[in-house]
């Protein structure tokens, strides 16, 4: 029996196809293989060509239904698509992997809304009108790598927002109303440990978690880009993005110019300074010093100590080699030791007996020669002696300490002087004179005789100002009974005031210790 073979012409939407099969089965066989069990069709609002759907710029609301379930990349562009739920994709297309909804109106994704696309590798929602993404919307895109949601309008992102992605590479945040850097990215449960580039540039970001993120790899460090927020200036900013910039961060490098910052004082931003150009913000050298031991970049180290550093490379993946150069050009590599040296297969070297030579310049190389790329990470490990830096520390300590002293001593010396000191002659001079006006006016007040006519010389030179001090005089008669008696005969002293007469002088220097009304003694 000899079975016989047909050649069918089969015309189909992806072209002309010549069969050598027989009869319906093959033809049968064929369409199952190509699109599944239901094939669907191309609608009339889209284009078709082959496994791509485009839908874009035809006001649609929704999906199409009855489409091609063999299509691998959907078009849903500038629609009128308003929110995401989960019969929005009316059946299950398990080979879709892109998906780009960007310049509809989507305001909200609810749970569940990509059940039907589970394997999705690109989604691109930019251009859309989302404010807060909170619960794992996403969790069902367990393959997905890339996720463009730029120029929304998020303002917030909590942290279970991207659970579920544990392949995510590429997230793109910019042009969004974001006010906090996502650590949670990075940190804690819902890490994503494939993420190697996230770009939050131009968002409202104006402070920075430098010490949270100096506890993330390079491999991830090297994808943030951060261009564009209204940072303010801060030297902790500074000496980090000045460590990207040394490590030849892309985000750093190709946006340089595009890294400002505010005064704090002018917060509503009318003077942009900028952030990376000739350290414009005069930072000192230990604040800078310290964010490079933060990021791993300068490691310090006493004598004898066993200090381990690690290559902190972004192509620290399998495949990787490592080696390393030391201050005095010797070459370290794994599973050779020298001296005291040791480098790991992950790239990490270790000085068991760390001694005062061993400071310097040290250089990793990681080389893949697979990827074809290499990478070299400069770090300097400082190595002192505690017993000599404490002898120093103490003579500074005791040289401050006599200085602190010697300003005080002066300080009380000076405040002695000032106000301890003993009065000097013309003082005494001072107190003589004073003395002898107190006798002079007691006994002008006690004689009731006028006084004499003076020469014209005496009286120019008696008329300035005089005081009189009244001293109480002691009669120790027996009908006062240990009484005082302030003068001897009150209308005497009274009569004798008024009988005196003023001498004749200029107008400026005549003063007298009464007024000018005539002073009318009682009866």
């Not at 650590?183 to 970001?205: A, P, R």
């Not at 002659?425 to 006016?441: H, I, M, V, W």
Request: aromatic share 10%; charged share 20%.
């Amino acid at each position: 029996m000899t079975m016989s073979l047909t050649w069918w012409t089969i015309p189909t939407q992806l072209g002309v196809f010549k069969v050598n099969c027989r009869g319906l089965a093959c033809l049968l066989v064929f369409t199952m293989s190509v699109c599944g069990s239901a094939p669907g069709m191309c609608p009339a609002a889209c284009i078709c060509a082959s496994d791509i759907i485009s839908c874009t710029n035809k006001n649609l609301s929704r999906v199409p239904g009855n489409l091609y379930k063999c299509m691998k990349k959907l078009d849903l562009s500038y629609n009128r698509i308003g929110f995401l739920e989960p019969e929005w994709v009316p059946a299950l297309f398990e080979k879709l992997n892109t998906l780009i909804i960007n310049h509809n109106s989507i305001s909200s994704i609810i749970t569940g809304s990509f059940s039907t696309t589970p394997n999705l590798k690109y989604l691109d929602l930019s251009s859309n009108s989302l404010k807060t993404l909170s619960s794992p919307v996403f969790q069902e895109l367990r393959v997905l790598e890339v996720l463009l949601l730029y120029n929304n309008q998020i303002t917030q992102i909590e942290p279970p927002a991207f659970g579920g992605l544990y392949k995510l590479q590429k997230l793109y945040l910019s042009y969004n109303l974001l006010s906090h850097f996502p650590l949670d990215l990075y940190t804690g449960k819902h890490k994503l440990t494939d993420l190697v580039l996230l770009d939050i540039s131009f968002n409202h970001i104006q402070l920075m978690p430098v010490q949270r993120l100096s506890s993330v790899s390079a491999k991830h460090l090297s994808g943030i880009y951060l261009h564009g927020n209204p940072f303010y200036c801060d030297c902790t900013l500074y000496s980090m993005l000045i460590f990207w910039y040394q490590r030849h961060f892309n985000s750093v490098v190709d946006f340089k110019n595009e890294y400002t910052c505010l005064l704090q004082s002018d917060p509503k931003g009318y003077n942009k300074l900028p952030l990376l150009h000739d350290n414009f913000l005069n930072c000192s050298e230990s604040t800078v010093n310290s964010s490079f031991q933060a990021f791993g970049f300068i490691h310090d180290a006493q004598v004898g100590d066993r200090l381990i550093v690690h290559c902190d490379s972004r192509i620290s993946d399998a495949g990787t080699h490592f080696v390393w150069v030391s201050p005095d050009n010797r070459l370290l590599e794994p599973d050779r030791e020298t001296n005291n040296f040791k480098v790991f297969r992950n790239g990490s070297l270790e000085i068991t007996d760390a001694q005062l030579e061993d400071s310097g310049l040290y250089s990793c190389i990681a080389i893949n020669k697979k990827r074809l790329l290499n990478e070299t990470i400069e770090v300097r490990i400082n190595v002192s002696n505690f017993t000599v830096n404490k002898s120093h520390a103490h003579e500074a300590f005791n040289t401050a300490f006599t200085t602190l002293a010697a300003c005080v001593a002066s300080i009380v010396l000076v405040l002695l002087y000032l106000y301890l000191t003993p009065c000097p002659c013309q003082c005494k001079a001072k107190g003589r004179k004073r003395k002898l006006n107190q006798s002079s006016a007691h006994s002008s007040i006690l004689n009731s005789t006028l006084p004499q006519e003076l020469p014209a010389d005496e009286k120019k030179a008696s008329t300035g100002k005089r005081v009189v001090f009244l001293e109480p005089v002691h009669e120790p008669k027996h009908g006062q009974n240990g009484k005082v008696k302030l003068f001897p005969n009150d209308n005497i002293i009274a009569e004798s005031i008024l009988k005196t007469t003023r001498t004749k002088s200029d107008s400026d220097s005549v003063n007298s210790m009464f007024s000018d009304t005539p002073f009318m003694p009682s009866a």
